[in-house]
Structure formats: structure tokens, C-alpha cells
């Protein structure tokens, strides 16, 4: 019986580490844990220069 408990202990741990490492966005995890969003590659992730304003072209991303 107990073997059985551990079983099913053991199986909802692997599908919520699954759930949570793989299936769910970087962004949407922070968000979850209280922190900042990741930043991303482009125009708002330490691209400088980027349209008219920064003297770069506007083909950023």
C-alpha cells in the first residue's frame, strides 16, 4: 500500500517538474516567483541603436 503512495508521490513529481521546466515560458515562471521577466534578444534586450532615435536602422529584431 505505502509502495503504491510512493509511486503516485513520485510520478506527480516528475509531471510537475516537467510541467514547470519544460511546458511553461521563462517569463511566465518568473512572473510565478516574483521576479523580473528575462529579457529577450531585440529592441528591448541591449540592442543599442535601435530606429531613427538611436542612430541605428529600424531592423532591430
Do not use: E, F, N
Request: proline letters at 5%; charged letters at 10%; one cysteine or more.
Amino acid at each position: 500500500m505505502w509502495q503504491d503512495l510512493l509511486v503516485v508521490l513520485v510520478v506527480a513529481l516528475a509531471a510537475a517538474w516537467t510541467v514547470w521546466r519544460v511546458i511553461l515560458p521563462a517569463g511566465l515562471r518568473a512572473r510565478l516567483l516574483g521576479r523580473a521577466a528575462p529579457q529577450g534578444t531585440g529592441c528591448g534586450g541591449g540592442c543599442k541603436g535601435c530606429g531613427p532615435a538611436g542612430g541605428g536602422s529600424g531592423g532591430c529584431h
